[in-house]
């Protein structure tokens, strides 16, 4: 091989002139070409009274290219000028103007490519011998970026942007620049200028800026207006579920955090009084089941922000809620043989074997025979009425059902010939099965532990205005499944159901986080949840009509009830594995590749009526946060 770039040359038939005799040229013609080729690609000379392009300016629609627009596809490509080319991403969002001026295509950038310029072949040794040498040149190149069409946007620059389907095809030539205009991109997006802060729309993980401002996106949460008192149009995001899916390292708390953080307010929603039919307004109250006791830090500020001014003006600027929460409470579920955990001010929470009553299948976290599941339903109903006033059974003699007097109260019946076994006709097998299910050491360290039961202090765990962090770091296996499912249970038995209700539940607009939701509302594999499920699903489905919002947290959102996300209005994912990725339907298609190379708080969202976007969270905490 030879050893300098002129011998290389020398032997390359590419170097060769059109009309096959070998190039003459000297060292300083050569040089001088080389200086023309940094510039932009020499396609014809330029009058030198043209105007520099505007520094949003991508380049122009190829018309050497098909141009189509149907139902079924599109094909939409721009030249990307060479000055660009460093700054267009996929996934930026263009503007491309049709001819009646006040009209444009709105799309994003779909694919980008580079094509050969020259007649330059770089499918061979001698090729590659020579870029071994000299640097690549760019405009030996075009660079094309495919375009998806989003929207039309109509009345572009006028105070009432408009957007419709793209239903007229852009002409060729046309110029193309990147969007840069907030009301282009809100409308073409269908973004709503206020609401719920989510994060900075982005592009490759870098947020987007307009006027050198980050671009805010927000969830739209209309509520009651404060001025007027009337109830403002569209479907608040907070009861329309929503689910925030991320893997363990890319920031899911973090991020949960700064959401929830919005939706404590002074805002307030109608709701119908269960009793008396009034329409009120009332505040929302935030439930947060904790069991990595992370969340009652939301009480504290975030001292990193709060002396930082820059911080400050841009939250303030956006309308971002920040700071610690003033009025949140901490409830501990208090079950035996545990230490509960630290959160500094606490108060406890008991869960009372009364939550059992219309819900014998809380006692069934297996899945007996029918025969043993008819006795143990039976035995569950014959005590309760001990309680009821009936004539059946005699008064108990304790003030509230409890879990040790209905052991006692089955033992009373152990006789072949009682009452109980023989009015509901349970043989001695089936009485022998119906004990062992029933007595257990879980159901003993849960039920009736402490003073603070859930339905006489429900007040004041479920009032407007308020964040109830419940923490269950304390609790592992069936006590944790047990406490949590009978408070998940319990709220939404009284705000679905019409008779004998807690009002409390049933009269405050609520939403429901629910960290590791996956172990709560995964595919039933025995009796409790299966009803759980079963209650869930009819809860993410009337949510709207009884004011009830699910917020399901999550890394593995693949384990997450199929009925149950398919209810879930908005979504919310951060980095996943590829394989979880693989097996979440309502994750968007565009993003699918992408999603397991997201950075820490790199997202994308999806909402209602809404292109699914990538946003970025903010890198600080909007209140305490220890990890």
């Not at 003993?444 to 339905?455: A, C, I, S």
């Not at 607009?509 to 499920?533: Q, T």
């Not at 992408?594 to 990538?614: I, S, T, Y």
Request: hydrophobic share 35%.
């Amino acid at each position: 091989m030879s050893d300098n770039i002129d011998d290389i040359l020398d032997n390359d038939p590419i170097a060769d002139d059109a009309d096959g005799s070998v190039s003459d040229q000297t060292d300083e013609q050569r040089e001088t070409d080389d200086q023309s080729n940094d510039s932009e690609v020499p396609e014809r000379s330029v009058p030198s009274g043209a105007s520099a392009p505007a520094d949003d300016e991508l380049g122009h629609i190829l018309a050497s290219e098909e141009i189509h627009v149907s139902r079924q596809d599109y094909q939409v490509n721009a030249f990307v000028r060479t000055g660009a080319r460093d700054d267009v991403r996929l996934g930026d969002y263009v503007q491309v103007p049709y001819p009646d001026e006040d009209s444009e295509m709105f799309a994003v950038t779909d694919t980008l490519r580079y094509e050969p310029y020259t007649d330059l072949d770089d499918k061979s040794d001698a090729h590659n011998q020579i870029s071994a040498y000299v640097d690549l040149n760019e405009s030996e190149y075009v660079q094309v970026a495919e375009l998806e069409p989003l929207a039309i946007l109509k009345n572009v620059g006028s105070d009432d942007i408009e957007s419709g389907i793209v239903n007229r095809i852009p002409k060729p030539n046309s110029p193309a620049r990147l969007a840069r205009d907030e009301a282009c991109l809100r409308t073409g997006l269908n973004i709503p200028g206020k609401g719920i802060f989510t994060g900075w729309l982005s592009v490759g993980g870098e947020a987007m800026t307009v006027d050198g401002e980050n671009f805010p996106y927000y969830l739209s949460n209309p509520g009651i207006d404060r001025e007027t008192g009337d109830t403002e149009d569209g479907e608040p995001a907070v009861f329309r579920h929503a689910l925030v899916a991320g893997s363990t390292g890319k920031g899911k708390t973090h991020f949960t955090k700064n959401v929830l953080r919005q939706f404590v307010s002074e805002k307030r929603y109608p709701i119908r009084h269960h009793d008396t039919g009034e329409e009120q307004q009332r505040r929302l109250n935030l439930v947060i089941i904790d069991p990595e006791n992370e969340y009652w830090e939301m009480r504290d500020d975030n001292e990193a922000i709060v002396n930082d001014d820059s911080i400050q003006r841009e939250l303030r600027q956006h309308g971002i809620k920040r700071g610690g929460v003033d009025d949140l409470e901490v409830f501990i579920p208090q079950v035996a043989g545990t230490n509960a955990p630290s959160t500094m001010e606490s108060r406890e929470l008991s869960i009372p074997f009364e939550i059992v009553r219309g819900r014998p299948e809380m006692l069934m976290p297996y899945t007996p025979t029918e025969v043993t599941r008819g006795a143990i339903e039976d035995c569950i109903s014959a005590y309760f009425s001990c309680f009821d006033g009936q004539d059946n059974y005699p008064e108990r003699g304790v003030e509230r059902p409890k879990y040790m007097d209905f052991l006692a109260f089955l033992n009373e019946h152990d006789e072949d010939n009682s009452r109980l076994r023989t009015d509901n006709d349970i043989g001695g097998g089936t009485w022998s099965a119906v004990n062992r299910r029933v007595d257990r050491d879980t159901f003993r360290n849960v039920f009736d532990q402490g003073t603070e039961f859930l339905p006489d202090i429900s007040d004041e765990v479920f009032r407007g205005g308020q964040v109830s962090v419940i923490p269950t770091s304390h609790l592992n296996g069936g006590k944790e499944r047990l406490a949590v499912l009978s408070i998940l249970s319990y709220i939404i038995e009284n705000k679905i159901d019409d008779y004998q209700v807690d009002s409390a539940v049933r009269n405050t607009p609520m939403l429901v986080a629910v960290d590791e939701a996956h172990n709560y509302f995964a595919s039933a594999d025995s009796l409790r949840e299966e009803y759980i499920l079963r209650r869930a699903r009819v809860a993410v489905k009337q949510g709207r009509k009884y004011k009830l919002g699910l917020c399901l947290i999550t890394q593995n959102p693949d384990d997450v009830d199929d009925d149950v996300i398919k209810q879930i209005n908005t979504n919310v994912f951060l980095g996943l594995k590829a394989e979880v990725v693989d097996s979440v339907s309502s994750i968007p298609s565009e993003f699918k590749k992408d999603l397991p190379n997201f950075g820490k708080g790199q997202a994308v969202v999806k909402a209602p009526d809404v292109e699914a976007v990538e946003v970025v969270g903010l890198p600080y905490c909007l209140t305490k946060h220890g990890n």
